[in-house]
């Protein structure tokens, strides 16, 4: 038995817009979009993320608020200058943690934090 990668599934107030913010701002690509069963898959290299759609868009920032997804990567400091260069919103910058790692937080327009993140070396 192994298990496979998690992917995190979040909520979005309108898939179309959330779309574009991925792709403009962080790079994803669209995998698939389903707009009668509101539905999105993105993916960057081995990432993927899947939103669905909530109500309406209030309702999509009040759950937004509490949902995140942890992204690891390869030499975070590169990925760090796309983001600047593609005037990404940063909630904070790229930042040594005690825990050990070196993140940046992102979030979309719904509130989701998206943060990325590698070991630091020593």
Same mark, same amino acid.
């Given at each position: 038995? +192994?298990?496979? +990668?998690?992917?995190?599934?979040?909520? %979005?107030?309108?898939?179309?817009?959330?779309?574009?913010?991925?792709?403009? +701002? *962080?790079?994803?690509?669209?995998?698939?979009?389903?707009?009668?069963?509101?539905?999105?898959?993105?993916?960057?290299?081995?990432?993927?993320?899947?939103?669905?759609?909530?109500?309406?868009?209030?309702?999509?920032?009040?759950?937004? %608020?509490? %949902? %995140?997804?942890?992204?690891?990567?390869?030499?975070?400091?590169? *990925?760090?200058?796309?983001? +600047?260069?593609?005037?990404?919103?940063?909630?904070?910058? *790229?930042?040594?943690?005690?825990?050990?790692?070196?993140?940046?937080?992102?979030?979309?327009?719904?509130?989701?934090?998206?943060?990325?993140?590698?070991?630091?070396?020593?």
């Amino acid at each position: 038995m +192994k298990l496979g +990668k998690g992917i995190p599934q979040l909520p %979005s107030g309108n898939i179309e817009a959330t779309a574009e913010f991925f792709q403009i +701002k *962080l790079g994803f690509n669209v995998e698939a979009i389903f707009p009668d069963h509101g539905h999105l898959i993105l993916t960057r290299d081995d990432a993927e993320i899947h939103f669905w759609s909530t109500e309406n868009e209030a309702h999509a920032r009040t759950i937004g %608020s509490d %949902s %995140s997804c942890y992204i690891r990567v390869e030499n975070v400091s590169e *990925l760090y200058e796309e983001l +600047k260069e593609r005037e990404a919103p940063f909630r904070y910058e *790229l930042t040594e943690q005690p825990w050990g790692m070196v993140e940046m937080q992102i979030d979309d327009p719904y509130g989701n934090a998206i943060r990325f993140g590698e070991p630091v070396v020593k």
